[in-house]
């Protein structure tokens, strides 16, 4: 079955950085876009981060371009996002996501979420 596991999350102080990590498997990962979103505590998740199955394009919500770098291993199955200066406001629930075609039609998978609290 498809699953996806968030790590590297945890309390970092503004202008800090953190490197989240999300393992998949039961899905061919190199064929796939891999997007990373977050949720605020009251606010609905919003999309931070895309990139196409080669790497070669990637997407960033206006809030964290030039500060969060999405980028894949191919070879591990995994995604990362490098999050750099950070601030406050970026303190939510990651979560990494995949759309994987099964049988002509699309799910969507959600790994468990990784905690990240900016503060000092």
């Known amino acids: 079955q498809v699953q996806l596991v968030e790590t590297g999350g945890g309390l970092v102080q503004p202008g800090g950085s953190l490197r989240l990590s999300c393992a998949t498997s039961?899905?061919?990962?190199?064929?796939?876009?891999m997007n990373w979103y977050r949720q605020a505590p009251g606010k609905e998740r919003e999309l931070v981060a895309t990139?196409?199955?080669?790497?070669?394009?990637?997407n960033y919500a206006d809030s964290v371009k030039g500060r969060f770098t999405i980028s894949r291993d191919n070879a591990k199955n995994t995604v990362y996002l490098q999050m750099n200066s950070l601030k406050p406001e970026d303190t939510a629930v990651y979560y990494c996501?995949?759309?994987?075609?099964?049988?002509?039609?699309?799910?969507?998978?959600w790994g468990q979420g990784t905690q990240v609290t900016v503060s000092s």
């Open positions: 990139i196409t199955s080669a790497g070669g394009s990637t």
């Open positions: 996501n995949a759309v994987v075609k099964i049988s002509g039609l699309y799910y969507g998978y």
């Open positions: 039961g899905f061919t990962f190199s064929s796939n876009t």
